[in-house]
C-alpha cells in the first residue's frame, strides 16, 4: 500500500516536471503540446485525487499492523517455546526470552547477529539450503521444517518450523522469517500434568504462525487439546451453531458419530450450550434423562460421560467444545477448568486469525479500489485531451457512457486505456 502512494507522488512530481517543461507562452504552443499539457494535467490532478482519499485508511492500515505486531510479540515473549525472526538472510531482527535461555544470553546480545552462530558448524549447509528454499519461495512458502542441532550448553536437537510473510516497513516491505525452535525432547507421556499444560496452551499460541487456514488450526486445536482431556475420550470443535455449523474437527470417528447423532435428532449438549452460553456436564444416566432421542442414537458408543463448553470471543458464543469419555468419572473439577480455559484460549486465538482476515480483506479491497481509480484517472486524462475539457467534465462523459452501455465505470476505462494503449504500440511498430 506504501508502495503505491509513493508510485502516486512520484508520478505527480514527473507530471509536474513535464508541466514545468511546456510552460511556455501559450501562444507559442503546438496543438500536439496543448493535448500533451491538457493531458498531463489532467494526470497530474487525478494522481493527487487519488492520493487524498485514501491517505487516512492507509495510515489506519498500518498502525493495525504496527499494534498487531507489537501485541503478537508481547504474547510471544513469554512463550517456553523459543521463537525469533530473521531476515531472509538469516540476520536476527528479534527473539524472544525462550531463545534467549536455550542459549543462555541476553536477547540484546543476540539480536543483529547471525543465526548461523547458534548453529552447529556440521549443519551449517542444511541450514544454508533451508534459507534459499524459503527465499525461492518467498511469502507463499507456508510452513517449512527442518532439523538443527543448537549450540546450548549442553548442544540440543531441535525441530525448526518457520513461516516467512511480508512485512511493511518505513517505505517498502520485506520478507520476514520467523522460526519456532523446539527440541526434539518434547512432551513426553510420563511427563507431569504441569508441564502437559504448560506445552499445550504455548502451543496453542503459536497455533496462528504455523495455520494457514481456519481449517488447519482447528485441526492442530482438537489434536492439542486431547493432551488435557481425560483418558479414553473423543474430542470435537464446532465452530458456529452446532446445528449449522461453519466448520468441524474431530479427534477420532467416535467423537464424529456422537456429533452426528446431535444433527440427525436436533437435540443434545452441544446445542443446549449454544443457546445458553453456560457448560455442560452430563453422565450416562443424566444424558438419557435430558436427551432421550440423542441417547438412543449414541447408548452404543461407550460413552460414560460427556463435557461440553462455550468457545467465546468476549461476550459471545463463537463455537463449542465437545468432550466424551468412557469413564463416568472422568472430570473432576480441576480438569472441567482446565478444559474451560483450553475453550476460552481456543476463542481468543480464533478471534485472532479471523481479526487478522478481515485486516488482510481490508487492504485488498483497498488495494483493489487505489487500481481502479488509477485507471479512471487515466481515462479521465485521455478525455480531457481528446475533447479538451475538465477533469469534472471527463469524469460524467464516463459515467454517461456507463449508464448507456450498462457496464461498470472501471471497465469502461480500463477499455479506454487499452484502446489508446494498443494505438500507441501500432504507432511504435509502424515508426520501427
Not at 542441532?149 to 520467523?178: F, G, K, Y
Not at 438412543?296 to 470471543?313: A, C, K, T
Request: one cysteine or more; a negative charge; proline letters at 4%.
Amino acid at each position: 500500500m506504501k508502495r503505491k502512494t509513493r508510485n502516486a507522488i512520484e508520478t505527480a512530481r514527473v507530471l509536474e516536471n513535464e508541466l514545468a517543461d511546456l510552460g511556455r507562452d501559450p501562444d507559442e504552443l503546438e496543438p500536439h503540446e496543448v493535448q500533451e499539457l491538457s493531458l498531463a494535467s489532467g494526470d497530474l490532478q487525478a494522481a493527487w485525487e487519488d492520493l487524498f482519499p485514501e491517505r487516512s485508511d492507509l495510515a489506519d492500515i498500518l498502525d493495525q499492523q504496527r499494534a498487531e505486531q507489537w501485541w503478537h510479540r508481547k504474547l510471544i515473549a513469554t512463550f517456553p517455546i523459543a521463537v525469533l525472526e530473521t531476515d531472509m538472510s538469516g540476520r536476527v531482527l528479534w527473539a524472544n526470552t525462550a531463545w534467549a535461555s536455550l542459549l543462555n544470553l541476553p536477547v540484546l546480545q543476540i539480536v543483529r547477529t547471525d543465526i548461523r552462530r547458534y548453529v552447529d558448524t556440521s549443519d551449517h549447509q542444511v541450514l544454508d539450503e533451508f534459507l534459499a528454499q524459503c527465499a525461492s519461495l518467498g511469502a507463499d512458502a507456508g510452513s517449512q521444517h527442518t532439523t538443527l542441532r543448537i549450540n546450548s550448553a549442553p548442544s540440543v536437537l531441535a525441530n525448526i518450523e518457520v513461516t516467512v510473510e511480508e512485512r511493511p516497513q518505513s517505505d517498502d516491505t520485506r520478507l520476514i522469517v520467523t522460526w519456532v525452535v523446539e527440541p526434539i525432547s518434547e512432551i513426553q507421556p510420563a511427563a507431569t500434568e504441569q508441564t502437559k499444560i504448560a506445552h499445550v496452551f504455548s502451543r496453542l499460541g503459536l497455533l496462528p504462525l504455523r495455520s494457514r487456514t481456519n481449517q488447519e488450526l482447528l485441526n492442530e486445536a482438537v489434536i492439542l487439546s486431547t493432551h488435557i482431556a481425560p483418558e479414553q475420550s473423543s474430542v470435537s470443535v464446532v465452530v458456529g451453531d452446532p446445528a449449522e455449523p461453519v466448520a468441524i474437527s474431530t479427534s477420532n470417528r467416535e467423537a464424529q458419530i456422537v456429533d452426528a447423532a446431535q444433527l440427525l435428532t436436533d437435540e443434545g449438549p452441544s446445542q443446549e450450550v449454544w443457546r445458553s452460553g453456560e457448560s455442560t456436564l452430563a453422565s450416562g444416566p443424566e444424558i438419557q434423562h435430558q436427551w432421550p432421542r440423542f441417547w438412543d442414537e449414541v447408548q452404543e458408543s461407550n460413552i460414560g460421560s460427556l463435557l461440553v463448553v462455550p468457545i467465546r470471543v468476549g461476550d459471545e458464543v463463537f463455537g463449542i467444545l465437545n468432550v466424551y469419555a468412557e469413564d463416568p468419572l472422568a472430570f473432576d473439577r480441576e480438569s472441567t477448568q482446565q478444559i474451560e480455559l483450553f475453550a476460552e484460549a481456543v476463542g481468543a486465538v480464533l478471534h485472532h486469525v479471523d481479526e487478522e482476515k478481515q485486516l488482510r480483506t481490508l487492504a485488498s479491497q483497498l488495494e483493489k479500489a487505489m487500481r481502479s481509480r488509477e485507471v479512471i484517472a487515466q481515462a479521465k486524462g485521455i478525455l480531457m485531451a481528446k475533447y479538451g475539457c475538465t477533469a469534472e467534465t471527463a469524469l460524467e462523459k464516463l459515467k454517461t457512457v456507463s449508464q448507456e452501455k450498462n457496464i461498470r465505470v472501471r471497465v469502461l476505462a480500463q477499455e479506454i486505456v487499452a484502446s489508446v494503449t494498443r494505438r500507441a504500440e501500432q504507432s511504435t511498430n509502424l515508426e520501427s
